[in-house]
């Protein structure tokens, strides 16, 4: 079955530094990919998506490039704030006539000033 | 700020009580589901419903009883919880129609305490 696999917390950076959050995939097909974002005390927000190989989705300076050859879907920003400390978790949603989304163990992102 | 509205917040009760869950959204979706949030585990779909029918029933135990009575809503009916179920309880909804390119819009959650 589809599954994702994301670098395990916490991850704890000084403000500016530059941050990544491994994640990789297994899926039959074609399947799209989520970053989702969890601040504190509140639920998922999505923070960007792809859905074809190649794809690069970004926002709010978090990017993230749909890499089907290595079946991967790396997370990075340039320059973490405090502002960002939170829980992502990466997710895909098979192609096989299911709605369902697939999440990984979520990772922990805290930056210090 | 999202369109999707979960009551109560916070939530304890006892192993004889009997409690439901709310859920509203606000986007014109065709599509809701319920997740279980606890710590150090992934996420756990519970339930999905579309147009208002139960399409997944993930191997949930029978003290939870969901219901949709229309497209907006959804509730999830609690009666005696056990205290491994005390966990964050994740209302989302999505479109319905793409479902290779679905994405979903969460509610904030209820905390949920089983004493």
């Known amino acids: 079955g589809n599954s994702v696999t994301q670098m395990e917390g916490p991850v704890t950076l000084s403000e500016e530094a530059f941050l990544t959050i491994n994640c990789t995939y297994t899926?039959?097909?074609?399947?799209?990919l989520f970053w989702y974002v969890q601040y504190p005390g509140e639920g998922l927000q999505l923070l960007l998506k792809?859905?074809?190989?190649?794809d690069k989705g970004s926002n709010k300076g978090f990017e993230a490039t749909y890499r089907k050859e290595t079946t991967s879907f790396h997370l990075e920003k340039g320059s973490v704030q405090v502002s960002d400390s939170a829980v992502y978790f990466c997710a895909l949603s098979g192609q096989g006539g299911s709605e369902k989304l697939v999440f990984g163990k979520g990772t922990k992102l805290t930056v210090n000033p | 700020e999202t369109g999707v509205t979960q009551t109560p917040r916070h939530l304890v009760m006892g192993m004889t009580n009997k409690k439901s869950l709310k859920c509203e959204q606000h986007l014109g979706h065709n599509a809701m589901y319920w997740y279980k949030q606890s710590a150090k585990k992934p996420l756990e779909l519970m339930f999905v419903?579309?147009?208002?029918?139960?399409?997944e029933n993930n191997s949930v135990p029978s003290r939870f009883s969901p219901e949709c009575p229309n497209s907006s809503h959804l509730f999830l009916h609690l009666h005696t919880l056990q205290p491994e179920d005390s966990a964050l309880y994740l209302c989302?909804?999505?479109?319905?129609?793409?479902?290779?390119?679905?994405?979903?819009?969460f509610g904030p959650g209820t905390r949920l305490l089983v004493l």
């Open positions: 419903y579309s147009l208002e029918e139960r399409v």
């Open positions: 792809a859905t074809k190989a190649d």
């Open positions: 989302a909804s999505s479109q319905g129609n793409d479902k290779y390119q679905e994405t979903q819009y």
């Open positions: 899926a039959t097909g074609y399947p799209s």
